[in-house]
């Protein structure tokens, strides 16, 4: 699972955690539709300028999206924390 992957599967967790559609989400965070559908598919990378408007429509910390979920195998190459 790359940073990409997280990131997406992060997303989509969170969007739906708030009951927010993707339409409601890229309304919100003003971004279009179908960049947060390719992000949310892995496909497109996002900006940091993106992860700060995503987070902040989402009520989370920018770091919230790019967390391992728990029990992956850290594959991004990151050292884990100690």
């Known amino acids: 699972m790359d940073l990409r992957d997280v990131f997406a599967a992060n997303l989509r967790r969170l969007r739906n955690a ?8 890229a309304y919100e ?3 279009s539709r179908g960049y947060l559908s390719q ?4 496909v497109y990378y996002a900006s940091l300028k993106i992860i700060e408007k ?8 920018p770091a919230e999206l790019l967390k391992l979920p728990p ?12």
């Open 18 to 25: 708030k009951g927010l559609s993707q339409d409601d989400l």
């Open 29 to 31: 965070a003003d971004v």
């Open 39 to 42: 992000i949310e598919k892995g």
């Open 54 to 61: 995503l987070a902040k429509v989402l009520e989370v910390e």
């Open 71 to 82: 029990g992956k195998a850290n594959t991004t190459g990151a050292k884990p924390e100690e």
